[in-house]
Each structure stands twice: as C-alpha cells, then as structure tokens.
C-alpha cells in the first residue's frame, strides 16, 4: 500500500506561476524525495531532503520537509510549460531501502 | 554514462501466458528494484536485491511472480500465468546502497504490460 496522501491531486496553473504540491506520509522516514515522471517515461529524480533538514532548494525548486506533521511540500518558481508532468513524493524508512510512493499530483503548466 | 534500460517497452499478452521482462541497471549499481505501477497511481515496490541476492520480495503480488538476477547485473522479472489485473507498468531502479544519502534511485523507461 501507499505511504499516504499528496494534494493535490491535479493542479493546472498558467506559465510563469509558482506551483505547490503537498505530500503526508504515515511512518518515521529516513528522508523522503520528489520525482517527475513525464507521459509514458520513467520517473526522474529532483531532489532529496534527509529527516533532519527542514528546507532544501535546488534550481527552480524548493522543497519543505515538516517531520512532526509527517508532511513534506514542493515548490516549483516561475513554472515553464516543459515542467508539465506527474510529480511523485517518495519516503525511505529509517530502516530499509525501498521507496513508498505517494499517489502522485499532476501539474499542467499552461503557455 | 547509459542509464537503467530496460526491455520490452511494450507487452501484450493473452490471459494465462507467461512474460519476461528484463532491466539492465547502471553499470556499478549494487541495488536493483522493481516496482508496479498501476494507471493513475503511484509506482509500488515489488522486490528488491542487492547483487545477486534477493533481499526483499515483501512486494510481490502473488507466487506468479518471480524476479532473479544470477549474475548480479541484469535483472529479470516474470509473470506466470499473467491475469488482467496484472495489467500496469513496470519500473526498474537501480542504485549505489553506501551511497550517501541512502535512497536515491535510478529509474527504467518501465515496461507497460497490458493483459488481454
């Protein structure tokens, strides 16, 4: 099963918006990742955040990580039409490699 | 470098046949997964090894299912007697495990299954 809830679940926005996804997750993480995954490819890795960072920033992203509330949130700035795609948060647990899923938002980037 | 491949892209099959599916991993890549993911939703682990050895299987379905990897670099997954609910597409990820931090995974093109 899914490690929990992302919102929300479609987000359709005009270019040059900032975006923002939320994710929540049920059990202590090890840290918990973003992934992209455009139509019919494979999933690609953004940004990765550890249990105890509160804020990360990469490029056009920011990513936010609030492990009392078991939820993390990801900020896409000044959106292009290219980043238009299904945005997945990931968590890994404190013990163990695998990676739960969240059920994914799907952002549409309108030019 | 080549990334995570992995073969076929695309699957057909009757109900009842059996398929192979084959994902080579990065080259150096220890760890190798395999997830399902389903239409609309988010991708689930099926198994998981590290080298040769199968160190999780908790995520798969069903003894119809079976992965190896005998020789520690590519990997091979495969469905018995497949059924309509087998239907989705299947990702393959590879990664470095002391790499720090833990987690961060390479992803296949994924092979979409589709089971008449």
């Known amino acids: 099963s899914q490690q929990g809830e992302e919102d929300p679940q479609a987000l359709s926005i005009q270019e040059g918006e900032n975006a923002t996804m939320n994710c929540s997750y049920k059990?202590?993480?090890?840290?918990l990742q973003w992934y992209r995954q455009n139509s019919g490819r494979g999933l690609v890795h953004l940004i990765l955040?550890?249990?105890?960072?509160r804020e990360k920033h990469s490029g056009r992203l920011r990513v936010t990580l609030d492990t009392s509330k078991k939820s993390s949130s990801l900020l896409i700035t000044a959106s292009r039409a290219a980043d238009t795609a299904s945005y997945f948060c990931?968590?890994?647990?404190?013990?163990?490699?695998?990676?739960?899923f969240g059920a994914g938002t799907i952002l549409r980037v309108k030019s | 470098g080549a990334g995570v491949s992995q073969s076929p892209r695309y699957k057909v099959a009757k109900r009842g046949q059996d398929v192979a599916l084959r994902c080579d991993p990065i080259?150096?890549?220890?760890?190798l997964f395999w997830y399902q993911q389903a239409l609309g939703q988010g991708p689930e682990f099926l198994t998981y090894?590290?080298?040769?050895?199968?160190?999780?299987k908790s995520g798969l379905p069903s003894d119809r299912f079976f992965a190896e990897r005998p020789e520690g670099s590519v990997s091979t997954l495969k469905i018995q007697r497949t059924q309509q609910e087998d239907s989705a597409v299947y990702l393959c990820?590879?990664?470095?495990?002391?790499?720090?931090?833990?987690?961060?995974?390479?992803f296949g093109p994924g092979t979409r299954l589709l089971v008449l």
């Open positions: 990820a590879s990664s470095i495990p002391l790499a720090s931090p833990r987690g961060t995974q390479y």
């Open positions: 059990t202590s993480i090890n840290n």
């Open positions: 080259s150096g890549h220890v760890s």
């Open positions: 090894f590290q080298n040769e050895a199968q160190l999780d």
């Open positions: 990931a968590t890994t647990m404190e013990y163990g490699n695998k990676l739960v």
């Open positions: 955040i550890r249990s105890n960072e």
